[in-house]
Nanobody
Framework: QVQLAESGGGLVQAGDSLRLSCVTS????????VGWFRQGPGNGREFLAR????????FYAPSVKGRFTISLDSAKNTVYLQMNSLKPEDTAVYSC?????????????????WGQGTKVTVSS
């Protein structure tokens, strides 16, 4: 069982930056990926980015590529999401998840563990 705890959310203005943190209880995340997701008002869960704990490779959703950066500090068991140039449409609850690769060809993942989320509100 892996426990996740997000932090760093808050109320910011459009154009501001925030850095979210996801602390994991596991002392090793080998063979796992850690991803960031968000769920805005009335919307389903949206994938944002993931990072491999094995080789630090990353992948981003087109909606955030170039504005958001995911990174991993293995010594702290923490994954960060740096969010720049925030927009009102970025308002959502942001969650992290730990998953494993399910289909190599189609790069599909199964997400096994989730945090409770941290709320980000971007005012115009």
């Amino acid at each position: 069982q892996v426990q996740l705890a997000e932090s760093g959310g808050g109320l910011v203005q459009a154009g501001d930056s925030l850095r979210l943190s996801c602390v994991t209880s596991s002392s090793t995340l080998s063979n796992f990926v850690v991803g960031w997701f968000r769920q805005g008002p009335g919307n389903g869960r949206e994938f944002l980015a993931r990072i491999s704990a094995t080789d630090n490779s990353t992948f981003y959703a087109p909606s955030v590529k170039g504005r958001f950066t995911i990174s991993l500090d293995s010594a702290k068991n923490t994954v960060y999401l740096q969010m720049n140039s925030l927009k009102p449409e970025d308002t959502a609850v942001y969650s992290c998840g730990v998953g494993t690769l399910r289909d190599l060809k189609y790069q599909q993942y199964t997400w096994h563990y989730w945090g409770q989320g941290t709320k980000v509100t971007v005012s115009s």
